[in-house]
């Protein structure tokens, strides 16, 4: 379950990287649902049943995601963006490219 405490302590944990800044609003608006600025809240969150099955997939049907993985997934974000790009080279972490 996803409470509103997961997602204050995701963004603040967002907040805290501006690195991921530009990333976390590519991804807002990538996942949000249609006409989302026209509906309450007005915010860009994504369906109801899109987040429901990413989350069964990625965490089981009893499984409580972390604010960290929301960081983490960003993050890996960013590196695919940055693939697809054309820019091949090392990581930002500091592993291997190609492993």
Not at 7 to 12: E, L, N
Not at 43 to 51: G, K, M, W
């Amino acid at each position: 379950m996803v409470t509103a405490r997961f997602w204050v302590a995701s963004a603040a944990r967002v907040a805290a990287r501006p690195a991921l800044w530009p990333v976390a609003l590519r991804q807002a608006r990538r996942v949000a649902r249609p006409g989302w600025g026209r509906r309450p809240p007005f915010l860009p969150l994504p369906d109801r049943a899109y987040l429901r099955y990413r989350l069964e997939t990625q965490y089981g049907p009893e499984g409580v995601p972390r604010p960290d993985d929301v960081v983490e997934y960003l993050r890996w974000c960013s590196e695919i963006e940055r693939y697809a790009a054309g820019d091949r080279g090392k990581p930002r972490d500091g592993g291997a490219a190609g492993r």
